[in-house]
């Protein structure tokens, strides 16, 4: 895409259980490039950073419903709880995270690659109000 001089964007995380937060933040992110690439966190490293009662969704069915949004153009799972090696695979233009994040707070191994890269790191503002793990709460709450 560089070649052509187009602009691939990525992003990644966990997309346990979709809600209108990532579906705006992922049409911001779309916004920014020409393509965007979703990295999705699999199943065993999701645990790993949610807990045992996560992933909600298996890694198919997750990537499965990314991809079929319009503005994401490819999704790829990944096994690592870092999105190092897919970010060094993706080699991405720009890089997006949501606002619960900033430049200091990226994982180092992480930003160290975008750097080594030369991606441009964007954070689009977070959503207030959606949470997969907000959901989930809720959830529990009516069950009871």
Do not use: C
């Given at each position: 895409m560089r070649s052509l001089g187009k602009k691939l964007v990525a992003t990644n995380g966990c997309f346990d259980l979709l809600h209108p937060g990532h579906v705006r933040y992922l049409g911001a992110a779309r916004s920014l490039g020409d393509a965007l690439v979703v990295g999705v966190n699999g199943d065993a490293s999701v645990r790993e950073l949610k807990g045992k009662d996560r992933p909600l969704n298996n890694e198919r069915d997750r990537a499965e419903?990314?991809?079929?949004?319009?503005?994401?153009?490819?999704?790829?799972?990944?096994?690592?709880v870092r999105a190092t090696a897919f970010l060094e695979a993706a080699a991405p233009a720009i890089y997006v995270k949501g606002g619960d994040y900033t430049r200091e707070t990226l994982e180092p191994n992480e930003r160290a690659a975008l750097e080594k890269i030369g991606a441009d790191i964007r954070i689009i503002p977070f959503e207030s109000g959606y949470s997969t793990s907000m959901l989930i709460e809720r959830l529990r709450k009516i069950d009871k």
């Open positions: 419903v990314l991809a079929a949004l319009e503005d994401v153009d490819l999704v790829t799972i990944f096994p690592d």
